[in-house]
Each structure stands twice: as C-alpha cells, then as structure tokens.
C-alpha cells in the first residue's frame, strides 16, 4: 500500500528558471496538498496534462524527492527515515532511464541485479523469465545502441522490475511507443497486477488509463481534482468518457483558478 498524505512540492528558481516561466516569483509549488491511497492488486493511474505534477509525485514516492510538506509511506515505512527499505520494494521506470548503448541486455541485466544485491543464480532466473515474455532472447547480446525504440522501453521495463518488487511504478509508460509495444507493456502491467502487486502509472493519454486503471487521481495544475473509479469520474461529470470527463474537470480547474 501506498499512502500520500497533503503532499506538498515547492521549488526555488534561479533566475534561468524565471525567465523560462516569465515570472518573478522566487518558488514554483509543483505539487499542492496532494493525498490518495494505493493499494496492493491494483493499477492506479496518476493522470494529468505535462507539467501538471505527475512526475514530481512519483519522484517523492519513490525518495528521489523529499516532499516540503506532507508525508509519504510505503507498506507502512516512509520514504524520508526509511528510504533504504523503501526503495527495495519499488521498481521504478522513468523516461529519465538512459541505459548505456554499449553495453548489452545480458550485462545490463547482471549489472543492475548486482546493484539490488541479488545472487547470480536469482539474476539468470529472473532475466531468464524476463527476456522471455518480452522476447528479448534474440537481441540479449547486441549493443543496446542498436536495439528499436519499442525493445529498449521492453528491456529498460525489464531492469526496473528485475528484484521482483512488491510494487511497480511506471511514469508515461507507453508514451511514444508502437502499438505492438505499448500493448505488450500494458499486458505486463495487467499480469502484475493479477499477482497482487501494486502498479502505479502516470499518463496523459486517457484510452490507456480508462482500459487499465482500476483507480485514478487526476492533478491539475499541482493540485488532485478527483479520485476513484473510472465510473465514479464519469458520473461525477456526467461524462461518455474519461477523455471528456478530463476537460470538464480542466474547465473547472481553470475557471475557479
């Protein structure tokens, strides 16, 4: 489980950052008062325009930020005093993932299942059931320089989740994908979920988290609108879909902001 308690992110900017954002204010508040709870054998889906604070929520999550305000746990520890065993439990796929072009899937995968401690024996069976459902076998020792866009997210998806964690948290995981490609993500993180971990993914494409989520907040402008069912977000907007559910509530974001 995962609990976000008023999670609050601000930002001091240099003078670069205000210029870029044609303010003269000194901080940027990229995440306001924000809570909701995950729970194990489910997808959430965290969802939201670009730069709405999807991103900077996920990196609190995951102890790459620490919140100014507000507090995260994860199964019970928090991610400030218990960063360590927080991070044992949490895979974590970012666009921000840059994996090395010259090396190749059997060594990235031996490198980063050194890295979360695990026996050699663990690492070949885990990449060994990893590279199969991904069909990764083929392309195990070429350069990764070499690898398509849609075997590289396979691979790079492969990494995050190689210690098994008890729950996976994917930030844009389909995003610029092939169709082919964004399907097989989509049914991995159907088959985790059905082994009662807890998937967490953030998106802006809307069809993705109307099939997957059994679950979603939507942020706006740093600060949650909704959270719940799909079902419950459209009626709450009387919506057809979550695509127009989404505008009604951004209207009302904006109208009020």
Do not use: W
């Amino acid at each position: 489980m995962i609990e976000v308690n008023n999670l609050t992110k601000i930002y001091k900017l240099n003078k670069k950052q205000k210029k870029e954002l044609k303010t003269s204010a000194d901080t940027k508040i990229a995440v306001n008062n924000v809570s909701f709870t995950a729970n194990k054998g489910e997808i959430f889906g965290l969802l939201g325009p670009n730069g709405a604070g999807k991103t900077t929520t996920l990196r609190s999550i995951v102890t790459l930020l620490k919140p100014t305000k507000g507090n995260i746990t994860v199964c019970g520890y928090d991610v400030v005093k218990d960063s360590v065993e927080v991070r044992k439990r949490i895979g974590f796929l970012t666009n921000e993932l840059k994996l090395d072009e010259h090396f190749t899937p059997n060594y990235t995968m031996e490198f980063f299942g050194k890295l979360h401690g695990m026996t050699k024996e663990q690492i070949l069976n885990r990449r060994k059931e990893l590279f199969n459902y991904f069909n990764i076998n083929e392309f195990a020792d070429k350069k990764i320089g070499e690898l398509s866009t849609g075997m590289k997210q396979k691979l790079s998806i492969a990494v995050s989740v190689i210690h098994n964690p008890e729950i996976v948290i994917f930030d844009e995981p389909t995003n610029g994908l092939d169709i082919i490609t964004a399907r097989a993500v989509e049914d991995y993180l159907v088959t985790l979920k059905e082994k009662g971990k807890l998937v967490i993914i953030s998106t802006h494409i809307m069809n993705v988290a109307s099939k997957l989520c059994d679950k979603i907040a939507i942020i706006i402008s740093g600060e949650k609108v909704i959270e719940g069912t799909v079902e419950k977000v459209l009626n709450h907007t009387n919506s057809d879909n979550l695509e127009d559910a989404f505008f009604e509530l951004y209207k009302q974001a904006v109208k009020g902001a």
